[in-house]
Nanobody
Framework: QVQLVESGGGLVQPGESLRLSCAVSGSISSNAMAWYRQAPGEQRNWIGTITRSGLPTYADSVKGRFTISRDNAKNTVYLQMNSLKPEDTAVYYC??????????WGQGTQVTVSS
């Protein structure tokens, strides 16, 4: 079973940036990968997906502020978050969404945006 480990979360002020990483224990070259987030009391929501070839798509709520990228050599997916807002506060998760080990989730990393 593949393992996904998110990191890079923390407490930042509005307008600041963070970069999250999702390190996978196996090769991701055959996988599309996605990021989700879950705020307290809310359902887990999709943020964006990056295809095997590196083409990203985003939810409207983060489009223009967040960027997903991948480094297959490092088996890692990234989420660059700019211009953070208090409403971006959530636990952020990565997920394998296609290919081998599809459906696997990481444990999440907390992002808190507050002044």
């Amino acid at each position: 079973q593949v393992q996904l480990v998110e990191s890079g979360g923390g407490l930042v002020q509005p307008g600041e940036s963070l970069r999250l990483s999702c390190a996978v224990s196996g090769s991701i070259s055959s996988n599309a990968m996605a990021w989700y987030r879950q705020a307290p009391g809310e359902q887990r929501n999709w943020i964006g997906t990056i295809t095997r070839s590196g083409l990203p798509t985003y939810a409207d709520s983060v489009k223009g502020r967040f960027t997903i990228s991948r480094d297959n050599a490092k088996n890692t997916v990234y989420l660059q978050m700019n211009s953070l807002k208090p409403e971006d506060t959530a636990v952020y998760y990565c997920k394998v969404v296609s290919g081998p080990n599809s459906g696997s989730w990481g444990q999440g990393t907390q992002v808190t945006v507050s002044s």
